[in-house]
């Protein structure tokens, strides 16, 4: 892939040959391994990968929120500034100004014995020390009611709203100061599916109107089909697959994704009623496969697999994949795979 | 108390009549002194179904929908506040403890998370062995191949490598087929399945389902599936029921019920699910608010304060689960207009 990291007014984040690797009692963990992707303005872009695939770890790191036990390398170009770059004092500036994360569990991430109001003026004060309490508090309340909570519900503990009302405050936190990046990791995972499906609504509603980027990290593959406009499929620490929801969801390209997506259960009566049952368990990182590290479950493995890894490459406009399937190699010996547009 | 006749036969092995479970609201001793009336949670309130021999019966309803208290109340775990579960035309209020224990052989339990299931101090083969020991204690000599058989039926080979591994040793995938074992050596009859595979990675699952599909057949079972989850239930249930605050507002064939479905509810529930398409995204309207407090729930029909629907009757009048088309209940007081 081309290392482009000039400022394109379309892209809000690049991130570059990023690498994480935890320090454990067994060895390193290579926990997300040489990552390269965009994040354009605007867009919801889906992170979908199965446990142990390097999602959450990945959205950690675009925080900068990892243990000083992992090692990170690489790039993270946002808005034409390195992040990696960044001392504590812009860090602290960057999360919540500009990149702000909403967790599984909102109940964690709200401080029990603070009032909901209390929690978005407090930000606003951190944040923006110039701010008087009286239009923090207005604003405050302005926002708290476009995302459909009542307004005298602000003087409410956490503990006193639903799930879904939650989540939607720790959205508000986010939007409070105007960020330009929301990552949700699993944010919808804990609900029942009606609240869900409004939620899904909710995330739609304020990237149109408040122009936010959205990284949904997910291990929920209809999810990804619902709400988002692109795609990355993650698997043991690497992308797998990039591409439109629509393009990778009616013609996937990595065997990973081909088999991934025909095993999903869809609620449809009319689909498949046979769901696809993939060989093997996803590896562990300590002790990953060599080469592709999908090659022992793979049903198209060749002989190259077992010993170089594939470069994730773009094989149509927008849509890259990391497979020696769709790559030429002098090991090679069948041919590549064309992919039309 | 009624007896065990309302569907009974051969091919009923599970009857529950108007079955309600309310769990009193612990207060201080000062409330407790003053006389104040005690509030209950109404996790169960009034619900009646019956599981057919050989068939999987799905429950599926949202958090606080009562359906795995409706689960420990049929396998004796829990003592409903009123109303019959009869187990092959056994009354469970009207045996002895140590005959429900015995009974409890032909029922068996796999639940969500097999890591909290299994003790992480017992072997694989030790942990399966549990109920032979208790159920079969005669038989101590058989015990061991019995074991090793089993290990084998659920898919995990060689036997006698997984037979000696403790459950931290063994990926997530393998130790819900372990809890599938201990389940099954008791050869039990009806198996409670509490959300059995909502903690499996996507590509793990279809083969879990595909294993309690096989062995169902196997040994002639017959299941209660319990889930939130209502596309995999597709995959797996013959019939299903949809709680909504502790109430059953539609039972009848999956297929019906996907369908066709009659109460505003499942209409929603089923409208919620994302589908793996993104040609095929949600149009409709979710309804307004949220699953009411079980401990006050709304007057007449529960679902009435969110229901697009909802008329004055709604309000007053509690609408009864009546059969619309052959084997298909819903209790809405319109439900006619959705056939």
């Known amino acids: 892939m081309e290392q482009k ?8 984040l690049q991130i570059r040959n990023l690498n994480v690797t935890y320090k454990t009692r067994f060895g390193p963990v290579s926990a997300v391994e040489d990552i390269s992707f965009d994040i354009k303005r605007g867009e919801i872009l889906g992170l979908v990968g199965e446990s142990g695939s390097g999602k959450s770890t990945m959205g950690k790191a675009l925080m900068r929120m990892l243990p000083r036990s992992a090692k990170v390398t690489g790039e993270m170009i946002f808005d034409g500034e390195d992040v990696m770059k960044y001392n504590e004092d812009q860090l602290r500036d960057f999360r919540g100004k500009r990149i702000s994360m909403i967790f599984q569990d909102p109940m964690t991430s709200l401080n029990p014995v603070q009032r909901i109001s209390d929690h978005v003026v407090e930000a606003i004060e951190v944040h923006e020390p110039e701010t008087k309490k009286e239009s923090a508090l207005k604003r405050a309340r302005t926002l708290i009611e476009r995302l459909g909570i009542a ?35 699993e944010a919808t995972t804990s609900l029942d599916v009606i609240v869900e499906a409004k939620l899904v609504d909710q995330f739609r509603q304020i990237r149109d109107e408040f122009g936010v980027s959205l990284l949904v990290i997910t291990h929920n593959i209809a999810l990804v089909a619902e709400l988002c406009d692109r ?39 009319d689909e498949r009623e046979e769901l696809y049952k993939m060989a093997g368990e996803p590896p562990s990182l300590t002790n990953p496969p060599s080469g592709c590290r999908f090659h022992p479950r793979c049903p198209f493995v060749m002989d190259i697999c077992h010993r170089i890894d594939p470069r994730l490459d773009e094989v149509a406009p927008g849509r890259m994949v990391h497979c020696w399937l769709y790559e030429d190699h002098p090991e090679k010996e069948t041919p590549t795979i064309e992919v039309a547009q | 108390m009624s007896n065990c006749n309302e569907h009974s036969g051969m091919e009923t092995l599970v009857d529950v009549q108007n079955l309600k479970k309310w769990f009193p ?12 009336k005690i509030d209950y949670v109404r996790a169960v309130d009034g619900v009646s179904f019956h599981i057919r021999r050989g068939e999987v019966f799905g429950l599926a309803g949202e958090s606080g929908s009562g359906k795995s208290t409706i689960g420990r109340c049929v396998l004796g775990l829990e003592k409903p506040t009123e109303g019959t579960i009869c187990f092959d035309e056994i009354n469970l209020a009207k045996i002895s403890a140590e005959e429900l224990r015995r009974l409890r052989r032909r029922m068996q339990v796999i ?28 038989r101590a000599a058989e ?48 198996i409670l399945a509490d959300e059995p595979i909502a903690m499996a990675d996507v590509s793990v699952r279809a083969l879990l389902l ?18 939130h989850d209502l596309a995999t239930a597709k995959y797996i249930c013959d019939r299903i029921g949809i709680l909504y605050l502790g109430k059953m507002v539609e039972v009848g064939s999956l297929e019906s019920v996907y369908q066709k479905p009659l109460h505003p509810y499942t209409q929603a529930l089923l409208a919620a699910v994302p589908v793996p398409d993104p040609h095929k995204r949600r ?56 056939l």
């Open chain 2, 210 to 227: 595909d294993l309690m599909i096989q062995l169902k057949k196997e040994f002639n079972l017959t299941y209660l599936f319990i889930t």
């Open chain 2, 143 to 190: 015990h061991r191949d019995l074991v090793i058989d089993m290990i084998q039926r659920v898919g995990l080979t060689p036997p006698q490598f997984y037979y000696e591994k403790f459950p931290h040793q063994i990926s997530g995938g393998q130790r819900q087929r372990v809890v599938i074992a201990r389940a099954l050596i008791t050869r039990p009859e009806l």
């Open chain 1, 5 to 12: 990291t000039v400022k394109d007014n379309d892209v809000l």
């Open chain 1, 231 to 269: 795609v990355a499929v993650m698997y043991a620490g690497q992308i797998a697959e990039i591409g439109p929801v629509e393009q990778v969801f009616d013609n996937p390209l990595h065997p990973y994704t081909k088999g991934l997506l025909k095993s999903v259960p869809n609620i449809r009566l």
């Open chain 1, 151 to 185: 307004r005298r519900r602000l003087p409410d503990f956490p503990h006193q709203l639903s799930g879904g009302m939650r989540q939607r405050v720790m959205i508000g936190l986010g939007l409070v100061l105007n960020a330009d990046l929301i990552i949700a990791d």
């Open chain 2, 25 to 36: 609201i612990q207060k201080g001793i000062l409330s407790a002194l003053s006389g104040r």
């Open chain 2, 111 to 138: 639940y969500q998370d097999p890591l909290a299931s299994l003790n992480p101090r017992m072997r694989i083969g030790e942990a399966i062995m549990q109920g032979l020991k208790i159920h079969y204690p005669d």
């Open chain 2, 283 to 338: 149009k409709k309207e979710m309804p307004r608010g949220e699953i009411p407090n079980p401990i006050n729930p709304p007057s007449g029909c529960r679902f009435h304060p969110r229901c697009p629907f909802a008329t004055e009757l709604c309000k007053q009048e509690e609408p009864e689960l009546r059969e619309l088309e052959p084997g298909h209940f819903a209790a809405c007081h319109y439900a006619e207009q959705f």
